[in-house]
């Protein structure tokens, strides 16, 4: 079992900067692919950032590739998420999630996930 805990969220303006925490514990937790996927209101989830166990692999969203950045801190059992030059369709709840397994887009190829943390973005 895997436990994810995001942290991170809140209102920020247009423009504007974000940092989202996934804290990952649990059996050998540092040895997951770790992803981030948004769900807005009305839409369906979407794939945002994966990365691989050793940060060596990426896979990004086409859409937010240039503006948000997944990385790891393996010692620290934690995932970050970097947004940059948000707008306010980047409005979301945003979700970490891990698999035993390499980097994917599709939200069901992972086993475990956080509860999420909202994010609001005014214009």
């Known amino acids: 079992q895997v436990q994810l805990v995001e942290s991170g969220g809140g209102l920020v303006q247009a423009g504007g900067s974000l940092s989202l925490s996934c804290a990952a514990s649990g059996r050998s937790s540092s040895t997951y692919t770790m992803a981030w996927f948004r769900h807005a209101a009305g839409k369906e989830r979407e794939f945002v950032e994966s990365?691989?166990?050793?940060?060596?692999?990426?896979s990004y969203a086409d859409s937010l590739k240039g503006r948000f950045t997944i990385s790891r801190d393996n010692a620290q059992n934690t995932v970050y998420l970097q947004m940059n030059s948000l707008k306010p369709e980047d409005t979301a709840i945003y979700y970490c999630?891990?698999?035993?397994?390499?980097?994917?887009?599709?939200?069901?190829?992972?086993?475990?996930w956080g509860q999420g943390t909202q994010v609001t973005v005014s214009s």
């Open positions: 990365i691989s166990v050793r940060g060596t692999s990426k």
């Open positions: 999630a891990s698999r035993w397994s390499a980097i994917d887009d599709r939200y069901d190829r992972y086993t475990y």
